[in-house]
């Protein structure tokens, strides 16, 4: 597993945009994998990324036009269009800025009558186009990647979940402080179904996430640190700040300072 680590968060999202635009960039089409394909997340941490992508794609460095994307998760029971829905989210914040063809866009959705039907049926279409390139995702204070809280499998597929208390007080800043206005369950991909992606990419800014990163780096792999599940890949990469390294031993730090940053 790779860590680079970056002073700044602005740093950070800009080293993780051009990994997004090499990986497109560089992508060769096959009869069986026609267009490159990302998993992309929501959460506050990528949002210094979206902006720098967009930013190359005004500029011609990188186009969407053929790009797949499969976001992370979703709300349950929150209408589309509810501001905090991730639709709206990656809507507002990434695909009405790009060349992306909306086509191209794949989004739990959260309001299925069939939920169990929603989950397969989108596992089933990463598989039709060939599987994802790149899986970006941010990271929970308590080691969640997408909504796969601690004890999820760690081969676990997508599915409906149910989110912790931690994950609703931390998510609560985004409906207006009130638990009671979060949704208590999600529909999201499974660890398994990122691991399985080429490469998955992922983004740790800030103190809060020191413990996460320490685990994720340092720990063993367990099912109570989802991210864990990273050291088993053969492409990973976690892209950190230096504050959210606040947990790591000096000389992992150091070492990893040497290696990649
Ligand atoms: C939510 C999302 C995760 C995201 C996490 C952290 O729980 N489901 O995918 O990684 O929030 O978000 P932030 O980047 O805002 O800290």
């Given at each position: 597993m790779e860590l680079i680590i970056k002073e700044t968060y602005d740093q950070?999202?800009?080293?993780a945009a051009?990994?997004?635009a090499s990986v497109i960039n560089n992508f060769v089409a096959t009869p069986e994998h026609p267009k490159c394909t990302l998993g992309l997340p929501t959460g506050s941490t990528p949002l210094g990324m979206y902006k720098a992508l967009i930013k190359m794609n005004q500029q011609g460095?990188?186009?969407f036009k053929n790009v797949i994307t499969f976001n992370m998760d979703e709300y349950v029971?929150?209408?589309?269009?509810?501001?905090e829905s991730y639709h709206s989210f990656m809507f507002n914040n990434f695909f009405n800025h790009i060349d992306i063809d909306k086509s191209n866009v794949h989004i739990l959705n959260g309001n299925a009558p069939d939920l169990e039907k929603e989950c397969n049926d989108y596992e089933k279409a990463i598989k039709e186009v060939g599987g994802i390139d790149l899986f970006v995702g941010g990271i929970g204070n308590d080691g969640h990647i997408a909504f796969n809280e601690p004890g999820s499998s760690l081969n676990s597929r997508t599915r409906c979940v149910k989110l912790t208390h931690d994950t609703i007080i931390a998510n609560?800043?985004?409906f207006d402080f009130d638990l009671s206005k979060v949704p208590v369950r999600a529909v999201t991909v499974g660890i398994g179904t990122v691991t399985d992606a080429q490469r998955v990419m992922i983004l740790v800014n800030g103190h809060a996430k020191a413990r996460a990163l320490h685990h994720a780096v340092e720990?063993?792999?367990?099912?109570?640190?989802?991210v864990t599940a990273l050291q088993l890949h053969n492409h990973s990469?976690?892209?950190?700040?230096?504050?959210a390294c606040d947990e790591l031993k000096v000389g992992t730090f150091r070492y990893y300072l040497d290696l990649n940053s």
């Amino acid at each position: 597993m790779e860590l680079i680590i970056k002073e700044t968060y602005d740093q950070l999202s800009l080293k993780a945009a051009e990994i997004v635009a090499s990986v497109i960039n560089n992508f060769v089409a096959t009869p069986e994998h026609p267009k490159c394909t990302l998993g992309l997340p929501t959460g506050s941490t990528p949002l210094g990324m979206y902006k720098a992508l967009i930013k190359m794609n005004q500029q011609g460095k990188v186009s969407f036009k053929n790009v797949i994307t499969f976001n992370m998760d979703e709300y349950v029971g929150l209408d589309v269009n509810h501001p905090e829905s991730y639709h709206s989210f990656m809507f507002n914040n990434f695909f009405n800025h790009i060349d992306i063809d909306k086509s191209n866009v794949h989004i739990l959705n959260g309001n299925a009558p069939d939920l169990e039907k929603e989950c397969n049926d989108y596992e089933k279409a990463i598989k039709e186009v060939g599987g994802i390139d790149l899986f970006v995702g941010g990271i929970g204070n308590d080691g969640h990647i997408a909504f796969n809280e601690p004890g999820s499998s760690l081969n676990s597929r997508t599915r409906c979940v149910k989110l912790t208390h931690d994950t609703i007080i931390a998510n609560s800043r985004f409906f207006d402080f009130d638990l009671s206005k979060v949704p208590v369950r999600a529909v999201t991909v499974g660890i398994g179904t990122v691991t399985d992606a080429q490469r998955v990419m992922i983004l740790v800014n800030g103190h809060a996430k020191a413990r996460a990163l320490h685990h994720a780096v340092e720990g063993g792999v367990s099912q109570m640190w989802p991210v864990t599940a990273l050291q088993l890949h053969n492409h990973s990469t976690i892209i950190a700040s230096e504050d959210a390294c606040d947990e790591l031993k000096v000389g992992t730090f150091r070492y990893y300072l040497d290696l990649n940053s």
